[in-house]
């Protein structure tokens, strides 16, 4: 599986940008998709995931309410709308996908095998 996360830039808070992950592969609809971002000097952390199922989706507390995960199995695309935007929120935005992974785990960007390039968002106040 390849990914090929897009749609990053460079906005003012309050803006928003809709990040894209194209995804490589015939099981795009039978894998978890998840995005991790990572702000300078700091760890890699979870955004939102979305199993496969569609059942539910998971977000991190600090995007909740603000940030929409949603996947097209037709385009074999993953999104992350991203609306009201803070500067907090400026990092490279990674997308992750695995085959199957436990709930208790899709937070953990350890569980996901693999992963696309990254995509810069940058948010000034």
């Known amino acids: 599986v390849q990914l090929q996360a897009s749609g990053g830039g460079s906005v003012q808070a309050g803006d928003s940008l809709r990040l894209s992950c194209a995804a490589s592969?015939?099981?795009?609809?039978?894998?978890?998709m998840a995005w991790f971002r990572q702000a300078p000097g700091k760890e890699r952390e979870f955004v939102a995931a979305?199993?496969?199922?569609?059942?539910?989706?998971y977000y991190a507390d600090s995007v909740k309410g603000r940030f929409t995960i949603s996947r097209d199995n037709a385009k074999n695309t993953l999104y992350l709308q991203m609306n009201s935007l803070k500067p907090e929120d400026t990092a490279v935005y990674y997308c992750?996908?695995?085959?199957?992974?436990?709930?208790?785990?899709?937070?953990?960007?350890?569980?996901?095998?693999?992963w696309g390039q990254g995509t810069l968002v940058t948010v000034s106040s």
């Open positions: 592969g015939p099981t795009f609809s039978d894998r978890v």
């Open positions: 992750a996908a695995d085959r199957s992974i436990i709930t208790s785990s899709i937070r953990n960007a350890n569980a996901y095998t693999y």
């Open positions: 979305l199993p496969r199922s569609r059942s539910a989706t």
